[in-house]
Each structure stands twice: as structure tokens, then as C-alpha cells.
């Protein structure tokens, strides 16, 4: 009888309790967006849509695929300059256990590095960029080399205060990241900048799996290799995998949609993005789907409390508006960027 008693006490007292408890747990606060923001709104409720069963638009949970670019999409892209081109210019020009192979390679590093002091960017092509970064970790253990890209993130932010290259996060877009994942999204990084250096940068701040962050890939060799092609040659024990000085690929407009293709082999039905590069993404995402999708582009208009050029960003909020796409004013939408004790110098 006593036994009894307990577990309707239980039920009644105990179990909302929990319930609730779980509930609100779940509930994600958009604490760092201005109140009632109309694309937050419309994210939202677009999540809501497609998650409620019973809706014509619901998604099951296996289709639920999220792909979002990182540089000015979820990260500080302009702070000064790409997160790997700062770590090339530090290994070439200020760490004395390097020494760089040739004249060029100091000189594009000061040419990279004048583009930190304009924030021109435009200035150097990706191509060329890319076609460079690699060269100075040639030669490096993948271990050795994810320890100086975490070693480097923890220097503090040029041009700002209060703040590292590890933590340098837009924090609305980190709190759309939880919401996502909370609403059981399948959320993957698509990005231009180096694989192994987005999953460093990634670790610790965001709940994704290192398997679910795509780059660019930079051809690895084998310590018992220095002849055969990978296809030709048998891993041997204790062989040490290393980098070279070559890019499989710079994972930016079409490429983006090949590596959905090819790694996530579902077409994802909600997409971020920030430039003309993650456009071909937003397309491909959008286009003879057969699930309701959204596209969201981060514009990047606030020249206070981050760097931008404004007359770039009417140009693509022009553009980005004719596609229909929703978009997320940095100025007008978000009530911080990188968080409350963070400043522009």
C-alpha cells in the first residue's frame, strides 16, 4: 500500500518535474540577437515547421542536414585576414625554428601581411593563397602540425580586444549552431580553409564532430614512403603520416557541392553561408529538393564593431535578396558579435 502511495506521489508531484525540467533544458535563448529579429524568425520558424510531425514540410530526423561555411559565417573572417593565412605568415616571418625555402615565400608573407594593416583582401587572389599555405608545414607529422595551429590560436586577436583566434566566434551564430542541434540536426562544416586546422579551431567550441568538418585537404604522405604513390604502398607499423606541400583541392564554390556529394551523399536542406564562394553551396542546397529548405547568408555590414566593406555588402545583399534568400545583418540583427567585453581597436 505504502509502495503505491509513493509512485502516485511520484507521478503526480514528480514526474512534470522532469518533464519540465527537460523541457527547458532544451530551449535554446538567442541571448546575443536584438529582440523579435525577422530572419532569426524566420529561421525559427522554419525549424519549426519541419521538425513538428504531422506538418506536410516535416523532415525526418536522417534528413535533417545542415551545411555551413566557416571564415564569416560562424567565425571572424576579417580579423585581419583568413585564419590560415595568419598561421602562414607567423610560420614564415616570426617563428626562428623555420626557415623559409626562397625569397618568394618572404615576400608573399609581406604581402599577406600588408593586407592585415588595409583589410584588402581582394588584393591577393584564393588561388595564389592557396597554392602557397602549404609549403611551409611540408614535411610536418599531422600531431605536429595541430599542435602549432593550437599553439597559435591562443595569441590574442589583432585589431581587437579581449579575445584569441580560438574564441574569435560569432556568438549569434553559435547559438543557431545549439538550436539546430538540439532540433536534431545533422549540422557539417563546408569550408575553404585547411581540414585539419578548422577541426583544431572547431574543437571544444562547438558541438560537431571532427568527421563532419569538410576543407580543403592537403595530400598526406607516409614516413616508410618517399617513392609510391598511396595507392601503391602498404602502411607499415609505426609509419607516421605527414604532410606535403601540395592541396588536393581549395574547397570553395563548386568544390563545395563535390564534397557534399561525395562525403555526406545526401543533398542538406539548410545552408549558411557569407560569400559569393559558399553561393554555388546555397544553389545546389536549394534546388530540386524534395524537402522545404532555407538558405541563410551572414551579411557582413558592421564596419564598428568588425572589419568590412560596406559597398561590398550592399552588393551582395542586393544580390542575395533577388535569390531570396534570408539574410543576417550583422549591424542590424545582432545585439554582439564576438561577445559583451570584446572591442574593435
Not at 55 to 73: A, L, Q
Not at 208 to 230: A, E, F, R, W
Not at 328 to 339: E, H, N, P, R, V
Request: hydrophobic share 35%.
Amino acid at each position: 500500500m505504502q509502495s503505491s502511495k509513493l509512485k502516485y506521489l511520484a507521478i503526480v508531484f514528480v514526474l512534470p518535474l522532469v518533464i519540465c525540467f527537460s523541457a527547458c533544458g532544451q530551449k535554446q535563448n538567442f541571448d546575443s540577437w536584438n529582440p523579435n529579429t525577422e530572419s532569426l524568425n524566420t529561421l525559427k520558424a522554419y525549424v519549426e515547421d519541419v521538425t513538428r510531425e504531422g506538418s506536410s514540410n516535416f523532415i525526418p530526423k536522417e534528413d535533417r542536414i545542415v551545411v555551413s561555411d566557416m571564415d564569416g559565417t560562424i567565425y571572424g573572417e576579417k580579423a585581419p585576414l583568413y585564419i590560415d593565412c595568419l598561421v602562414y605568415v607567423h610560420r614564415v616571418l616570426y617563428d626562428n625554428t623555420y626557415t623559409p625555402k626562397d625569397q618568394h615565400m618572404i615576400d608573399l608573407a609581406h604581402r599577406v601581411e600588408e593586407c592585415f594593416k588595409t583589410h584588402e583582401l581582394d588584393k591577393l587572389t584564393d588561388p595564389v593563397i592557396c597554392a602557397e599555405w602549404q609549403i611551409p608545414f611540408a614535411g610536418m607529422s599531422i600531431e605536429d602540425y595541430e599542435k602549432y595551429c593550437s599553439d597559435f590560436l591562443k595569441n590574442p586577436v589583432e585589431g581587437f580586444n579581449n579575445v584569441s583566434y580560438k574564441d574569435f566566434f560569432y556568438k549569434p551564430m553559435l547559438e543557431v549552431i545549439d538550436y539546430l542541434l538540439q532540433n536534431d540536426f545533422q549540422f557539417y562544416i563546408v569550408t575553404g580553409t585547411d581540414r585539419s586546422l578548422s577541426r583544431i579551431l572547431l574543437k571544444d567550441k562547438v558541438n560537431i564532430q571532427p568527421v563532419n568538418v569538410l576543407g580543403t585537404d592537403n595530400v598526406i604522405k607516409y614516413s616508410g614512403n618517399d617513392k609510391l604513390d598511396n595507392e601503391y604502398y602498404v602502411y607499415k607499423f609505426n609509419d607516421v603520416a605527414y604532410r606535403t606541400e601540395n592541396a588536393i583541392f581549395k574547397d570553395s564554390n563548386t568544390n563545395k557541392v563535390d564534397r557534399i556529394k561525395r562525403e555526406i551523399g545526401k543533398q542538406p536542406v539548410l545552408v549558411f553561408g557569407n560569400t559569393s564562394g559558399d553561393e554555388s553551396m546555397a544553389t545546389y542546397v536549394t534546388s530540386n529538393n524534395k524537402y522545404k529548405t532555407l538558405a541563410c547568408f551572414v551579411l557582413q555590414n558592421d564596419n564598428v564593431r568588425d572589419n568590412c566593406s560596406l559597398e561590398k555588402a550592399e552588393k551582395n545583399k542586393a544580390n542575395w535578396e533577388k535569390k531570396g534568400w534570408t539574410i543576417f545583418s550583422m549591424k542590424d540583427d545582432w545585439k554582439t558579435i564576438y561577445g559583451g567585453n570584446v572591442e574593435k581597436r
